[in-house]
């Protein structure tokens, strides 16, 4: 009788953190859906600003920019960047009472506020990176809450969270589950695989309650047939690869300091600089049309669709004023304008090569410049064919991703997210311990301001 009242209560207990972890992922699905609605609402309010007239872009980028790193520095230090490699971070760091702080709700909260601020004032950033911090800080919020010990338990936690993230954000779920294998954890495990896959699909099924079953970029019907049409998988390959591995490369020569004069106006003037890059994405903005600013989804499902062609300027641009975002040191991801800027490679190269649908060359343009920045060509293709809801290019885009793969990597041997990571840590080492109210003007002191050299 003892041995089946202790079994009982243990079952118990298991079903109450089954619950616990069900509700999390619910969670992580409203909140992704909530974020992902604010920033389509600010990048619309954006482009009417725009339309009713470019020129007050050179007075709101600026001021927005500058807004956005000062409250990062003051309030909300570890929201910076994406937030896929302070996740990356977590799952490495021994000591959570650091993790407490990276991945706290009160981060996740300004992750979302201040990448909804970037794209009102035009930068060039996405949503899903950030998603993927905020979805392994609620998770991990819960996971405080049962008051887990064991350690492969939490950072399991943190990885579904992160594969959740992903999962909402794109409607992608077999993107999510791979996302996480392949770039946040490099490795399946059995102990944390259900908890990643119950989250994924409970975040999965939320997001389409809420927005319905829709594929981020439609519905596309086009295919890659074996012969002449494969010279686009090897021409976006390389062009892809080339140009995906030249912007990690220079994300992660930023991320160690800019050189000479301009690096130490940075270290002494970080407001007065993301004010700057500010000034420069205006410019690139009335340069452009206004096509620049922010997430770069409309022009990319245009693309894709067929339904408007962008010249060869629109991804150059975009190229730059993305470098130019990220060296701000705001917060915003990189997954939205990789995918339109590889769109816009697709769209110019489809031009050239009349043997092969266009439409199908920019989704090979599109995994190609994705997996070259991210270095991740499994989580590149499943989710560019989820997102296009085509699984009749399947392989032409994995024959890309891999290409693209290889080329970035003699480019760019150490991929982009891991060495960010790795730089988070450096910088988290070295940090002071935390106060417990905010000092005069110096924030929460919880985590090192975010320098030139630690911009993730």
């Not at 060039?124 to 819960?142: C, D, K, L, N, Y």
């Not at 924030?443 to 050299?453: D, I, N, Q, R, V």
């Amino acid at each position: 009788m003892r041995h089946l009242r202790r079994s009982a209560r243990v079952t118990t207990a298991q079903w109450r953190r089954k619950i616990v972890y069900w509700t999390a992922s619910v969670v992580v699905g409203l909140v992704a859906v909530s974020f992902a609605t604010s920033a389509d609402k600010a990048s619309a309010l954006c482009d009417r600003l725009v339309a009713w007239d470019p020129w007050v872009m050179l007075a709101l980028t600026p001021a927005g920019l500058a807004l956005s790193s000062w409250l990062t520095r003051t309030w909300f230090r570890g929201a910076q960047g994406s937030g896929i490699p302070q996740t990356i971070a977590a799952l490495h760091l021994e000591n959570f009472t650091i993790v407490d702080r990276l991945l706290s709700l009160r981060i996740a909260f300004g992750k979302i506020m201040l990448t909804t601020l970037g794209l009102l004032a035009g930068a060039s950033i996405g949503r899903e990176g950030p998603t993927v911090q905020v979805g392994a800080a609620i998770m991990h919020a819960f996971g405080r809450w049962l008051n887990l010990s064991t350690v492969s338990v939490r950072r399991g936690l943190i990885l579904a969270g992160g594969a959740s993230g992903v999962s909402a954000a794109f409607n992608t779920p077999l993107g999510g589950i791979v996302f996480a294998i392949e770039e946040l954890s490099h490795s399946f495990e059995q102990r944390t695989s259900g908890t990643m896959l119950t989250g994924v699909i409970l975040s999965g099924v939320t997001a389409i309650a809420l927005v319905g079953n829709y594929t981020y970029f439609g519905h596309t019907d086009v295919v890659v047939p074996i012969g002449i049409s494969w010279i686009a998988v090897l021409t976006c390959g390389i062009l892809g690869g080339i140009s995906g591995g030249v912007f990690s490369a220079i994300l992660i020569r930023t991320s160690q300091g800019l050189p000479g004069a301009l690096g130490q106006f940075v270290a002494r003037r970080p407001i007065a600089f993301a004010a700057l890059c500010g000034v420069v994405l205006a410019i690139l903005g009335l340069a452009s049309g206004g096509i620049t600013y922010g997430t770069g989804y409309i022009q990319a499902r245009e693309i894709i669709a067929g339904q408007t062609s962008y010249p060869a300027s629109f991804f150059i641009l975009k190229y730059i004023a993305t470098i130019v975002s990220y060296c701000s040191g705001i917060p915003g991801g990189l997954f939205a304008p990789s995918l339109a800027i590889g769109a816009g490679i697709g769209g110019w190269v489809a031009q050239f090569l009349p043997h092969t649908t266009p439409g199908a060359v920019v989704l090979l343009g599109t995994v190609a410049y994705f997996s070259a920045v991210v270095q991740a060509p499994l989580t590149a293709s499943v989710i560019v064919m989820e997102m296009s809801d085509n699984q009749q290019v399947t392989l032409a885009l994995l024959a890309t991703s891999f290409l693209a793969y290889g080329v970035s990597r003699m480019i760019c041997p150490r991929s982009l997210y891991s060495a960010l990571a790795e730089k988070f840590l450096s910088v988290v080492d070295h940090a002071q311990p935390p106060a417990e109210t905010p000092a005069s003007g110096s924030g929460s002191g919880a985590l090192p301001a975010p320098a030139a050299s630690e911009r993730a």
